[in-house]
């Protein structure tokens, strides 16, 4: 086994999480090492959505880097609710879920596969700092000795390192190894009796409009259509778990659930097909001593709203830059505290929003269109788009004023036009690795 000098931060997962980690370390030019046990990127799309939230942190990171994902994603303004009853008579609802009217730029669902997602951020990062994630490499374990870990790092070729790490950021996802190796309890709860399926597949004669996402339900069943960039269109599939009969090909079901919401449709070539159960998990602590959770290895939870990959990429961006100031002595240790205090309270409602929607959509209880409407027109669902884009989390301290309509210690920082030369959005200003200080003054 071979020993290998101080590392600032070892990266666990190359990821959505662990590539955000290691691109905002690298703006404040930190050295990570970023390794990866897959022997290569998943070509697979898996996450499809990319919030606002995330969108305004690509614009802080480049302005360039937020135009790529736009220019590259499907903009979608929202989603249309399509239901169908047991005597077969159709009614659809436009829109059910509307982001067109969020407090953003970036008023569109941009739906990216994964796998793209990942590859923009990793080329911006190779591109822009000269690094790379390691493949192929395996963390086997990782010990915690005083403010330092030990961890064991196993090659492709058989070759075994020991490195001594001044942080290492676990972000190997829901079955995080090390997680599980320094005894790091998460609860939670389970979708039971649900299974899930994803199918990425063309669909050819969609007599909809494919720029919105479709939420088609009816009694015992769910399906959301969603055009992805290119040829495919993502397919996503709720049932209770005693009428999923995993004999049946999934085009097949699909396409006889399909067939009660639309006439014509026919399905080209397959992409890509999965098949899960549904969890709820949070940790209960972000931390151990030098070692962090970060993304799917600190929460998991129902796919719906899509905000998982999301909230994983945020976690990453929040601990990074704080890494950073305590490695560049800008900060005290005592920084890293306020990652647990920030992102487990936002893990906790994103939690909260991704099982409202999982509850009154895909749970396949076929509400009605009626009940929706309501729900549309007493704001509710305007709320849920909002936490759901991830522009109303916040970790507000107890007591704050929840009626002030200004911004306050812990909300989302609001873009805004400027009356400037120098800088057209509030963004423009906030694109550098220093504090800045803002003022509000009366007019």
Same mark, same amino acid.
């Given at each position: 086994?071979?020993?290998?000098?101080?590392?600032?931060?070892?990266?666990?997962?190359?990821?959505? *999480?662990?590539?955000?980690?290691?691109?905002?370390?690298?703006?404040?030019?930190?050295?990570?090492?970023?390794?990866?046990?897959?022997?290569?990127?998943?070509?697979?799309?898996?996450?499809?959505?990319?919030?606002?939230?995330?969108?305004?942190?690509?614009?802080?990171?480049?302005?360039?880097?937020? +135009?790529?994902?736009?220019?590259?994603?499907?903009?979608?303004?929202?989603?249309?609710?399509?239901?169908?009853?047991?005597?077969?008579?159709?009614?659809?609802?436009?829109?059910?879920?509307?982001?067109?009217?969020?407090?953003?730029?970036?008023?569109?669902?941009?739906?990216?596969?994964?796998?793209?997602?990942?590859?923009?951020?990793?080329?911006?990062?190779?591109?822009?700092?000269?690094?790379?994630?390691?493949?192929?490499?395996?963390?086997?374990?990782?010990?915690?000795?005083?403010?330092?870990?030990?961890?064991?790092?196993?090659?492709?070729?058989?070759?075994?390192?020991?490195?001594?790490?001044?942080?290492?950021?676990?972000?190997?996802?829901?079955?995080?190894?090390?997680?599980?190796?320094?005894?790091?309890?998460?609860?939670?709860?389970?979708?039971?009796?649900?299974?899930?399926?994803?199918?990425?597949?063309?669909?050819?004669?969609?007599?909809?409009?494919?720029?919105?996402?479709?939420?088609?339900?009816?009694?015992?069943?769910?399906?959301?259509?969603?055009?992805?960039?290119?040829?495919?269109?993502?397919?996503?599939?709720?049932?209770?778990?005693?009428? *999923?009969?995993?004999?049946?090909?999934?085009?097949?079901?699909?396409?006889?659930?399909? +067939?009660?919401?639309?006439?014509?449709?026919?399905?080209?070539?397959?992409?890509?097909?999965?098949?899960?159960?549904?969890?709820?998990?949070? +940790?209960?602590?972000?931390?151990?001593?030098?070692?962090?959770?970060?993304?799917?290895?600190?929460?998991?939870?129902?796919?719906?709203?899509?905000?998982?990959?999301?909230?994983?990429?945020?976690?990453?961006?929040?601990?990074?830059?704080?890494?950073?100031?305590?490695?560049?002595?800008?900060?005290?240790?005592?920084?890293?505290?306020?990652?647990?205090?920030?992102?487990?309270?936002?893990?906790?409602?994103?939690?909260?929003? +991704?099982?409202?929607?999982?509850?009154?959509?895909?749970?396949?209880?076929?509400?009605?269109?009626?009940?929706?409407?309501?729900?549309?027109?007493?704001?509710?669902?305007?709320?849920?788009?909002?936490?759901?884009?991830?522009?109303?989390?916040?970790?507000?301290?107890?007591?704050?004023?929840?009626?002030?309509?200004?911004?306050?210690?812990?909300?989302?920082?609001?873009?805004?036009?400027?009356?400037?030369?120098?800088?057209?959005?509030?963004?423009?200003?906030?694109?550098?690795?220093?504090?800045?200080?803002?003022? *509000?003054?009366?007019?």
């Amino acid at each position: 086994m071979t020993t290998r000098g101080d590392t600032p931060v070892l990266v666990v997962g190359a990821g959505a *999480a662990g590539t955000m980690l290691a691109l905002s370390l690298a703006r404040h030019a930190i050295d990570a090492r970023v390794v990866d046990r897959l022997p290569a990127p998943s070509p697979y799309s898996r996450a499809v959505t990319v919030h606002a939230r995330t969108l305004e942190i690509f614009e802080i990171i480049d302005a360039g880097l937020a +135009a790529t994902f736009c220019a590259r994603g499907v903009q979608s303004p929202g989603y249309v609710m399509h239901y169908v009853t047991e005597e077969g008579e159709r009614h659809a609802v436009r829109p059910g879920l509307d982001y067109t009217a969020l407090p953003s730029r970036y008023q569109f669902l941009l739906v990216n596969s994964q796998n793209n997602t990942e590859a923009y951020l990793r080329d911006f990062l190779r591109d822009r700092y000269g690094r790379s994630p390691e493949w192929g490499v395996t963390c086997t374990s990782v010990q915690t000795e005083g403010d330092h870990a030990l961890a064991v790092l196993q090659h492709a070729d058989g070759r075994q390192e020991r490195v001594r790490c001044r942080y290492v950021v676990a972000c190997d996802g829901p079955s995080s190894r090390i997680r599980q190796q320094l005894g790091l309890t998460q609860e939670g709860s389970d979708y039971a009796g649900t299974v899930l399926q994803n199918l990425d597949i063309e669909l050819l004669d969609f007599p909809d409009d494919p720029a919105w996402m479709h939420y088609c339900m009816g009694p015992g069943h769910f399906v959301m259509v969603a055009k992805l960039p290119g040829k495919y269109y993502r397919l996503l599939m709720s049932q209770p778990a005693d009428k *999923a009969d995993a004999s049946e090909t999934p085009q097949h079901v699909f396409g006889g659930i399909l +067939a009660q919401h639309f006439d014509g449709i026919r399905f080209g070539e397959t992409l890509w097909h999965s098949r899960w159960g549904s969890v709820n998990r949070l +940790a209960h602590t972000y931390r151990s001593g030098p070692v962090f959770l970060a993304g799917d290895a600190a929460h998991v939870h129902s796919t719906a709203g899509g905000q998982g990959m999301n909230c994983c990429m945020q976690d990453a961006w929040n601990l990074g830059w704080k890494l950073a100031f305590v490695l560049g002595g800008l900060a005290p240790e005592s920084l890293l505290d306020t990652y647990e205090r920030e992102r487990q309270p936002i893990g906790k409602q994103v939690i909260g929003a +991704a099982s409202a929607i999982h509850e009154l959509f895909m749970a396949g209880r076929n509400s009605g269109p009626e009940a929706l409407t309501k729900l549309r027109d007493s704001g509710f669902l305007r709320e849920l788009v909002g936490k759901v884009s991830g522009l109303s989390y916040h970790y507000r301290p107890d007591g704050a004023d929840a009626d002030d309509p200004l911004p306050q210690a812990g909300d989302r920082m609001p873009n805004v036009r400027l009356p400037r030369d120098d800088a057209e959005w509030l963004s423009d200003l906030l694109r550098h690795t220093s504090f800045t200080l803002l003022a *509000a003054l009366p007019n």
